[in-house]
């Protein structure tokens, strides 16, 4: 078990900002909440120091040592943009926080004239494909047995969202 102060997270108020590279061991402990197969620090912390990977923490307000509420990462190459990861965390979800993640995301590359992103979700994570759905993401393909989960293993699914119809 992590020992991270959870409690409350649900009554916290929290500020969407631009991930750094300081933040890769916090992305590794919620991403070991939230994920069966986690990344570690490093792997976290080789993504960060990339160029072309960018992402935004949910931090919460007034209060930036406490444990995020969530974080997602991307890289883009070009014009095309991927999500590699996100997570909130369970104590912190159906708040919006995914949302807002994501909307800092789509701000980001629509300043930077990016013309498509991509993301992977599993086919079981049902508030997510609704998310992604509603942000006007498309189902694009599959990958069979992508995920494993406790009961064997699951198809991802991968969507893409058009930027350049909403410049």
Request: charged share 25%; glycine share 6%; aromatic share 8%.
């Amino acid at each position: 078990m992590i020992g991270f102060p959870f409690d409350n997270m649900r009554s916290r108020s929290f500020v969407i900002e631009p991930v750094v590279r300081t933040d890769a061991a916090q992305l590794a402990a919620l991403h070991a909440l939230t994920f069966r197969q986690h990344w570690s620090d490093d792997e976290f912390h080789a993504l960060l120091v990339e160029d072309n990977v960018f992402g935004f923490i949910a931090r919460e307000e007034g209060n930036p040592k406490a444990m995020a509420g969530g974080f997602i990462v991307a890289r883009l190459v070009l014009d095309e943009a991927e999500i590699l990861t996100i997570a909130v965390a369970p104590p912190a979800q159906r708040r919006g926080l995914g949302h807002a993640l994501m909307d800092a995301t789509l701000r980001h590359l629509h300043n930077v004239r990016a013309s498509m992103l991509f993301l992977e979700v599993d086919e079981l994570n049902a508030p997510a494909l609704a998310l992604y759905r509603r942000l006007g993401f498309k189902q694009v393909g599959k990958r069979p047995g992508y995920y494993e989960t406790a009961a064997g293993r699951s198809t991802a699914f991968t969507m893409r969202r058009d930027l350049k119809a909403c410049r």
